[in-house]
Nanobody
Framework: QVQLVESGGGLVQPGGSLRLSCAVS????????MGWYRQAPGKQRELVAE???????NYADSVKGRFTISRDNAKSTVYLQMNNLKPEDTAVYYC?????????WGQGTQVTVSS
């Protein structure tokens, strides 16, 4: 059974930084895409960033230049480094894994950007 466990959320002031981590457990092989989505109150869940098993990345326009996604295949872990955070980045952030047609989600971690 595949499980995703996120960590690293919290409260940060505007302009600050946070690093989210997502560890994968269970048998999933090596070829899969991982990503981060977020959902703010009253809004739909949206893609923040994703990274393929080959290291190709894709970012939402709203976070380009501020967020960086990376993965450590040896540790089955994906990271999201978030810099220059803005109040509009406040949301629950979800880790996501896509293997062929199967989608897996973490439990979510709250990120709050406020002074």
């Amino acid at each position: 059974q595949v499980q995703l466990v996120e960590s690293g959320g919290g409260l940060v002031q505007p302009g600050g930084s946070l690093r989210l981590s997502c560890a994968v457990s269970g048998s999933i092989g090596r070829l899969y895409t991982m990503g981060w989505y977020r959902q703010a109150p009253g809004k739909q869940r949206e893609l923040v960033a994703e990274i393929t098993s080959g290291g190709n990345t894709n970012y939402a326009d709203s976070v380009k230049g501020r967020f960086t996604i990376s993965r450590d295949n040896a540790k089955s872990t994906v990271y999201l480094q978030m810099n220059n955070l803005k109040p509009e980045d406040t949301a629950v952030y979800y880790c996501n894994l896509i293997k062929l047609v199967s989608w897996y989600w973490g439990q979510g971690t709250q990120v709050t950007v406020s002074s």
